[in-house]
């Protein structure tokens, strides 16, 4: 089964420690919600589960389908089926959009990689996110607008077709409009494959349209409660400060 | 661009060998001589062109390339270049209201290079993209003289440096009094895949207040972000940075001398 194991992790950058003692554990089928003040360790936890070298794992362990990825390469990571939607994706200039999917693409599907398919797909995809045609000839995020980047990232989702959707703050930098399509087509991608989802957000908007099965309150590189999704009133509500005297750590 | 009216100069070593051009594009060749022990090869252009270099040698060689864009006429230079031992000299001179776009890609193991580039009318303007993978020394100067009032000059110089590479941009832009409202931008950037020494000297030299001037210059690998944003996707490393080196190259190019560059990536890279 593709769950993610957490177990009581401690992360640190740069000499600064960040997450503590943290686990977590989330299924195929769930969607975890994970909210809390900023700078309170929420986007590392991602970047650590996705090996960015930037962030050491100092004791505990991260599984993904019982298979230990402490050591792994980001890249085989990915290869697992896990996929970060990141909160502000590179761009990277030169590197066009469409080398670059393909690129993608083919990295995963190997000897199985057809580009005619791979192109109906690409097609199909745009069409549902509404993105601009012209938009796999540019450079990666390069001058795109927000709701670009965002759909981009979704694209690039659609395509690598993971078992694990992790998303950082994937509705910021959204209007109104943008923020509906993107929302609409994560939800469609999770109805269709079945993938378990862990979504950073501080906005109630997007849960309005994914309801989540867990949702996490996070302090001080800790998860300090947990619920379901009534949780996200009572932040609306009382906010993190009040909250946090009503909780028990757990 | 439009490549179906491409004219095509082709040198090997000191020798213009093969030429296909019109009425806008005179060539003079005046060969090495007891008082000059350097061949001098000169362009004028005098309709808008789009022109192909082609430049390779077999034996060391010592040329000097002196090109004129006549008033109000446009350029679009593009050469491509490969062997070894090279010592060029070039010389660029923009007249009144010209403009000339020069993308060049080199593939050379060897070479000390001098441009030269004069604004020497009112709005000239030269736009110049080079990109070279360095196997060997590799020297590049440039000067670019603004000598006329509104002037535009926006060099971009890119280089990977691999093997036994060892690259060196020097770029000088000269603002000169009394020539006001010029725009002076210098990019240069070397992607450093060794441990060799490269270097980048970024100069600007500006007399006069009213000018808009800025330079960059980056020596480097490719950044932990962009990687970790390529692997994150399930790149190799390999793929990754093969797939940076090609967007590096290709940026600001153009169809012809992108699949130069793209060929030679698949040589170096694959």
Redesign the interface.
Known sequence: MNSLKINNISVKTEDKEILKDFSLEVNPGEIHVIMGPNGTGKSTLLNTIMGDSSYVITSGEIYYNDKLLNNLDTSDRANLGIFLGMQKPISLEGVSNADFLRTMVSSKEKENFNLMKFVKKLNEYQEKLKINKDMVSRSVNTGFSGGEIKKNEILEMYLLNPSLVMLDEIDSGLDVDSLKIVADNILDYYKESGCALLIITHYQKLLDYIKPTHVHIMKNGKIIKSGDSSLINDIEQLGYENLDTETNEI | MKFEDLKRIKIVDDKVVDKEIDEGIEIEEIPRNMFFDVTVIKINISKDTTLKLEFSTRKATKLDVKITVKEGIHLNLMEYRFGKNFKVRYQYNLEKDSYTNIVKFYDVNGIKEMNMIFLNGENAKIDYNFKTISTGFEKYNLTIHHNAPKTISNICNNGVNINDGNLQFNVSSFGTLDNKGCIINQNSRIINLTNNKCGINPNLFIDEMDVEASHSALIGGF????I??????????K??IM??I???????TNELIAKKIKKNINKYWR
Do not use: I, P, V
């Not at chain 2, 950044?223 to 962009?226: C, I, M, S, Y």
């Not at chain 2, 090609?246 to 600001?252: E, M, P, R």
């Open positions: 950044t932990k972000d962009e970790f944003y390529l692997t994150s996707r399930g790149l190799s490393k793929d990754a797939l940076l090609t967007g590096f190259l290709l940026n600001n």
